[in-house]
Every structure is written in structure tokens, then in C-alpha cells.
């Protein structure tokens, strides 16, 4: 007879956000166990070798954590995360150098485009707040319920009244991102590339009232972390957080699914494994707390059920709206590395693997008209290849010792973004683009050789997953990205994704929320929920961090609740 599995925290999931928030148990002195139903733990940080020597990152593959706390807080450097950052001085040149891809060729981009571009961002003042921008945006946890969110005391207001009040305006708040670059921004191309990347990363360019947001989730990889790669790629930076857990004395256990989340009068107690886990024991209990890393509806639809939950929250979890944007993703293996044409060839993007970028740029009317094939047609992308958006890494990216393909011969660019309809809203019902994906895949070559000269001549194969692969293959992926739901006004802070699990918790006590794709803040900066979720779990008295941690500058305690910065670290 099996011994009984008990735990003071649970965690369903053992994606990034669900083994970083084990680390910072772990280093609290609890016992945690991470459940994670596939082989290998990591998430939408994963890898995948389709052939012996090829190595793809199907989802993230650039470094937006940059300003997380975690970096310090867990100590990950001791546990082999390496990485090249790039200053943000040379990011600001750089990018000057390379002007913006349009159907013309490059389009140059402006004096008044940099100054603008650096105000907005933080690095023009005399000391760049940078840093603290990107902090008070993602990462720092929204307001209790009982605090009316005022111009005032949103975050990243604070910070733009404290370094730049010229900054300030309450207009912010109602303006799209596009607003906001038509105030400080001249030129048209520059302003839809940065939509687009914004767009791509989080929250986007033209949704109302995130100008800041949105804002924030383009320069935390532009700026801030100089679109770089970890070394070993997003799955290494993975390897590090989990060796950090395991020091810190979490056990993660893989091919482990849960079937349910045991509640019991009103009160998370555990959780029951599917019949096909590699373990004995079928249940596994939690004497603090369940921690769920998968995304809000599928917690509430199948772990939970509706005898532990209203109707009405149901239907509002039901309603959470999945648009968010979802990503085909490509990768192209090639007879030779491919090169830019010679019109979009920069003095700084001229080499083999430099294409890099969104593409086409001309005008807001072709970003806009892809947003309309995205959320109003609902079907395969119907655009001209001309007028398709899409966006590509540079396999420069990556250190030549770590090169992503060592088969003789071939050569990997990957991977390719272009933004189509959450599987959720395909007309046909999920998965009915990827009948069509052949026709897909030659339609997106097609716009992919408007910039690249030589893909059809030394094309050997091209793979893609579809969103609906990505979230077959990741459940925690709402739609098989990392934007999951929206992130407008109404889905985002102390909304997102309803108000009632804005701040982590849930109806159900001793649940709580722990997933990149329905959490705030979602999208791609990584490292956040956890760390804005370590405030909720101290309110509650569920653990005591030691010296070494700090909370968020701009936290507001909840009345009543053990404040998380009574400990603050000098």
C-alpha cells in the first residue's frame, strides 16, 4: 500500500509560472509538489526536435523578463541562466539603423521618432526609469477590491508622474497605443511596427484604454531586454528556474494529469490524478493550498465542476473573451541561409539570417485590415500575401556554439509569426484553418518572399503548428499562445480576467490562479504572476518569505490581510 502524498501547496502545471512559484515556496520553507500531465515540464518554454538535430521553439523564444524581481529573489544566475543582454542605448541605435520594412523597401526613421520613442519609454530623463516603468506595469499586483482605481494610484502613472509629469495626462487612460504614438511619434511606418510588436507580445496597438500596457509589452523586449535569447534558448532559462525550484525542495513529478481538484465544504484540499499518471497514489493532498498553472476555464469547466461554484460565475468564466490573438507559427528549413532582397538590406540587416521584424509597415490601414481578417472574418487569413502582417525572429539570434540546427546542410529560421483567429471563433469550430494547411503554409511563403530572395529556390521543408496544435500540445495555452485573452480595459488589471479572480484567488478557498494566458498581467512577462501572486498568498498568511524578498513599490494591502511588505528588505 502506497504511503499518502502530503504537501502544504499543490501546483496543476509545471509550466514557468507554475515551477517559479514552487522556487518561492520552496525558498519559504513549504513543501510544494508540481504536477504536470506531459513528459517533460517547461510549458510554453519548451523545445521540440522534430529530427535529430533540429531543434524549434514553438511558442516564446525571446527574453521579456527582463525586469522581473525573480531573477534576484530566486537566484537564478546560480543555477546556469546566462544571458547577453544588450544596453539600451545600442537598442535605440539599433534600431534607428534599420529603419522599418515596407513594400518600398526600408522606410528611415525619423529624429523625432527617437526622442519620442525614448520619452514614452522611459530613457530620455537624466536617470531612465526604464526598469521601474516595465515593474509598475506587470509586475506588481492589481489593487484590492475596496481601493477605487484612480489616475492617481495606477501604477504606471505613479512612475510617470514622479520622473516625467509632462507625462501625465488622464487622457492616458482612455487613449489606444496608436493614440499615444500619434502624440509623441512622426512617422507612419515606425508607429505600425511598434503596434504590430506590441500587438504580437500582449496587449495591442489598437485596443482602448492599454496605451501604457500595450506600451509596456513591446519595449520590455524591445528596449529593456534588447530582443535577446537566453543561452540554450527559452527552454535553458526553463532549466534554470526548475533546478531553483528543486533546490528550494519542490518535487515536480511529470506524466502526472489531474482529473480534479478535490473541494471539500467550500475549501481546495487536494486533487485527484487521472488513471494514466506514472504514480500509485491517486490522490495527492495540499494542506495550505491548491495552486492551479492551467488556464481559468478549463479550472472551473473540468477540475471544478459546477456543484462547488455559482452559476452566474460560470457564465462569466464562460464569457471571458478568447481574443487575444493566436499564432500560426513557421519554421522554414533551408538549402542555404536566407537572404534579405537587396532593397530591404540595411547597413546593419544585410547578412544571411538578419530578417528580422514585421512586415509590411506602409500604413495603419494594413495593420487594420489584418486586425478585421483576425477578429471579423474568422477564417483562413484572406489578405493579399502583399498586405499579410507577419513578423520573424533572426536566426542570428542565436550563438553560433548553440546553433539550433546541426543537421549538414540544412539551416533553421524560426520561427515566423503570423497572428490568425483564435481556434474558438473559426468558422467550423477549432481546428477547421488546419484542414487547410498546406494551402496556408504556400500563401505565407508567398508573403515571406516579398522580403526574402531566396526561400522558394532552397526551401527542403516547411513545418508549422497552428494555434490549435499549440494549444492541444500546451493546454495551458488558451487559443496556442501566450496572449490567451484579451488584454483591452475591461480584461485587464483589476478586470482581468473578471474581477473576481483579478488578484489571484477564486470562490473556492485555498485556490488560487497561477496561469500566463488568464492572469494578470498574461502575456509574456514571465516571472510576473508569480511574484504578484507571492503578495496574495502572504495577505493570507499562507507563507513568510525571509530578508530576501521585496514586494512591488506601488502594492496596496488589503484591509484586513497580513500586509506582504511588512518584511520590506532595505
Known amino acids: ?148 482605481v484612480t489616475s492617481d494610484n495606477i501604477p504606471y502613472m505613479q512612475v510617470y508622474k514622479q520622473h516625467d509629469p509632462s507625462m501625465w495626462t488622464e487622457e492616458l487612460l482612455d487613449m489606444t497605443m496608436f493614440d499615444l504614438m500619434d502624440e509623441y511619434l512622426e512617422t507612419e511606418p515606425f508607429k505600425v511596427m511598434h503596434a504590430a510588436v506590441a500587438w504580437y507580445s500582449g496587449a495591442a496597438g489598437h485596443w482602448e484604454g492599454v496605451a501604457i500596457p500595450a506600451l509596456g509589452c513591446d519595449i520590455t523586449l524591445t ?8 543561452r540554450g534558448g527559452m527552454h535553458d532559462y526553463f532549466h534554470a528556474i526548475i533546478r531553483s525550484a528543486i533546490a528550494n525542495g519542490a518535487i515536480v513529478r511529470t506524466c502526472c494529469p489531474v482529473d480534479e481538484i478535490i473541494v471539500e465544504n467550500g475549501r481546495a484540499v487536494g486533487v485527484r490524478l487521472r488513471e494514466t499518471a506514472t504514480l500509485d497514489e491517486n490522490k495527492i493532498w495540499a494542506n495550505k493550498a491548491v495552486i492551479s498553472g492551467i488556464d481559468v476555464r478549463q479550472t472551473f469547466q473540468k477540475l471544478i465542476g459546477p456543484s462547488h461554484v455559482g452559476a452566474s460565475f460560470l457564465r462569466k468564466v464562460n464569457d471571458i473573451s478568447l481574443k487575444g490573438g493566436s499564432i500560426w507559427v513557421s519554421h522554414l528549413i533551408t538549402k542555404e541561409p536566407l537572404r534579405p532582397r537587396e532593397k530591404f538590406k540595411t547597413a546593419w540587416q544585410s547578412e544571411p539570417g538578419q ?33 499579410l502582417m507577419w513578423l520573424a525572429t533572426q536566426s542570428d539570434r542565436f550563438s553560433k556554439a548553440e546553433s539550433q540546427c546541426t543537421v549538414p546542410g540544412w539551416y533553421l529560421e524560426s520561427p515566423y509569426y503570423v497572428l490568425v483567429p483564435p481556434p474558438e471563433y473559426e468558422q467550423g469550430g477549432p481546428g477547421e484553418i ?137
Not at 451 to 479: C, K, Q, W
Open 1 to 148: 500500500m502506497t504511503k499518502e502524498e502530503r504537501y502544504d501547496f499543490v501546483i496543476v502545471g509545471g509550466g514557468p509560472n507554475g515551477v517559479a512559484l514552487a522556487s518561492y515556496l520552496g525558498k519559504c520553507g513549504a513543501s510544494v509538489c508540481v504536477l504536470e500531465e506531459r513528459t517533460e515540464a517547461g510549458g510554453s518554454v519548451d523545445n521540440v526536435e522534430p529530427f535529430p538535430g533540429v531543434r524549434l521553439s514553438p511558442h516564446a523564444i525571446y527574453m521579456y523578463a527582463g525586469p522581473a524581481p525573480g531573477f534576484e529573489q530566486l537566484e537564478l544566475w546560480k543555477y546556469g541562466f546566462r544571458m547577453d543582454w544588450s544596453p539600451m542605448s545600442e537598442n535605440i541605435m539599433h534600431q534607428k539603423e534599420a529603419g522599418i520594412k515596407t513594400s518600398e523597401g526600408i522606410a528611415p526613421i525619423s529624429d523625432k521618432d527617437m526622442m519620442g520613442w525614448a520619452k514614452i519609454s522611459g530613457v530620455a530623463t537624466e536617470r531612465p526609469y526604464l526598469k521601474e516603468l516595465l515593474r509598475s506595469i506587470f509586475w506588481t499586483p492589481p489593487h484590492p477590491p475596496e481601493v477605487e
Open 223 to 230: 528596449l529593456y531586454s534588447g530582443m535577446s535569447v537566453p
Open 355 to 387: 530578417v528580422g521584424g514585421p512586415f509590411p509597415c506602409d500604413h495603419r490601414d494594413i495593420y487594420y485590415e489584418h486586425v478585421a481578417d483576425v477578429d471579423g472574418r474568422k477564417g483562413a487569413p484572406s489578405v493579399p500575401p502583399e498586405r
Open 434 to 570: 488546419d484542414k487547410q494547411k498546406e494551402e496556408i503554409n504556400a500563401y505565407m511563403r508567398k508573403a515571406f518572399s516579398l522580403v526574402i530572395e531566396n526561400l522558394d529556390d532552397d526551401l527542403i521543408m516547411h513545418l508549422a503548428n497552428t494555434p490549435y496544435e499549440s494549444e492541444f500540445r500546451n493546454t495551458g495555452l488558451i487559443g496556442g499562445t501566450w496572449c490567451g485573452t484579451r488584454h483591452c480595459d475591461d480584461q485587464w488589471g483589476e478586470n482581468r480576467p473578471i474581477p473576481e479572480l483579478a488578484r489571484y484567488r477564486t470562490p473556492i478557498d485555498g485556490l488560487y490562479l497561477c496561469n500566463q494566458t488568464s492572469c494578470h498581467p498574461g502575456g509574456l512577462a514571465l516571472m510576473a504572476i508569480p511574484y504578484n501572486l507571492m503578495h496574495i498568498l502572504i495577505e493570507d498568511g499562507m507563507i513568510e518569505p525571509g530578508s530576501w524578498w521585496y514586494p512591488s513599490p506601488w502594492y496596496i494591502p488589503e484591509s484586513g490581510k497580513i500586509p506582504a511588505n511588512r518584511n520590506k528588505a532595505s
